[in-house]
Every structure is written in C-alpha cells, then in structure tokens.
C-alpha cells in the first residue's frame, strides 16, 4: 500500500518537529515546508536512513505571497496529499495600547492569512481527490483570552472561526477540517517564537506591574509544560481516523477544566480568578 502524503508547515519549530518524527515513524511521506535551507539538518538529525528517503522538503513562507505561489505549484507536482497540517505560527506579546498595527498585521500575517493562503492552494487537489484532512493548529487561546497576548489570541479566535465556516462548506467533498487546541507545552513559541514588544517590561509601562506578575507566573508554571509528543499523538490520531473526526480536540493539562469553568462561571467570578493568578504577588 502506498503511502499517505502529509504535508506539514512550520516543520523545523514549535511543534513541527515533533510531529515530523510522529508522522514518518507511521509511515507517511512527509513534505516538510521550512522557511531557511540550512533547516533541514535539524529534521535530518536522528532520522533513519528509511525514514530520510521518506521526507521530502519545500520552502514556504506563508507570510510571503509569492513564496505561497511557488509553493502552490509545488502542490500541484504531488500525486496525492492526504493531510495537512497547518502548524506554522508564533506569538507576538505585549499590551493592546502599547503595541501597533504593524504588530497586529505581522502576527495576522502568518497565523490566519499564512494558513488561508496555503490551505488555498491544497484544497483543489483535496477536491479532485474526493478526500483529504486539514488540521489547523490552534491554541486555547483561541478559546479563552490571555492579558499580554491579545494579537496571539486575536489569531486563533479568528482561525476558529475560519475553520468552522470552512469545514461546512467542504463537507459534500469529502474534506474534513479539525481544530487541534493544544495547551501550554514545551515548544520554542515562547522563547524564540514570540516577538515581544519593545514596550513590554518597561518600568514606565503602565502594565508593568501586571507584566511582572506575568512572568512570574509563566516562569513558576514552565516546569509543568507538557511534553509536544503527547499533542503529535493526538494528531496523528486525527488524521488516522477512518470516521469522520469531530471539529475541536484539546489537549493538555488543565485545558478541560479551564474551558469549563468559563463556560459556567459568571464573567465577574472568571475574571477574578484569572487576575488573580497573574497578580504580582510574591
């Protein structure tokens, strides 16, 4: 039997990597996008030589149109893709009055209209095929809203929303589209894929006194991140699934109950508990 294709953005960061592994330990032809040649020593490293002979690389930024285009006739060269794994994505932090539109349109760029641009140019041949699997990587926060993330949480609620509308109209072609909201696990997005704003920590911010409690608070919690093979489980799980797969799945520690206690708590009571958390209190 034939392998299935999956195509993965993001691949060498955050999660991309792990899922990488995941996928090609199953047995999938990987097509790994990465945005820098020198990249591909990372997914290479560890690899079989089986498993090496099972990846095949595509550069692809999905903020840039033109590599988006290059990449769509790459798409059409592949006899089949059957998954899609929208991945690549970071975080821009900082505080709503203090960051600018600019900041706003750079994270847009690449987690909403980066997975608009790609998902567009695999959807044809997904049509054609009668079959495919989209699995858009969200996040809690685009379930819950985080004080200092606001453009971060802005891109996932609107890709939630992207998502539902898209997987109703590609239902009749047999084209499933799922949301995977991960929790807070050990990925690079907020170290190395989180563009802070030069505001942000300032001892003349207004919000520095919130800041510092946040990061305290991110900080105390880091050593309880979970561990990105538990999500590239999940969604190879998804994409293995021979019934058709429910719309959102999370994932992570306390990410259940937290959505939860949203959805019963009074607004007053919600907020409260979320301040309080991140109050800077020693």
Known sequence: MKNKTVIITGASGGFGRTFTKTFLNRGYHVVATIRDEAKKSVLLEGLTPKEAEDMSFALLDVADEESVNNFGRFVQGLECVDVLINNAGFAVAGFAEELSMKEYQFQLETNLLGVMRVTNHVLPKMRKQ????????????????????????????????????????????????VLVEPGSFQTNIWSSGTHMSSKAGSSHSPYFELFTGMNKRLQKDRETYGDPVEVAKLVLKVADKKKTPTLRYTVGKGVRLSLLAKRLLPWRVWEKIVLSQIRNKD
């Open 130 to 177: 009668g079959k495919g699997r989209i699995i858009n990587i969200s996040s809690i926060s685009g379930l819950i809203g985080f004080p200092g993330l606001s453009p971060y949480v802005s891109s996932k609620y609107a890709l939630e929303g992207y998502s539902e509308s898209l997987r109703l109209e590609l239902k009749e072609f047999g084209v499933d589209v």
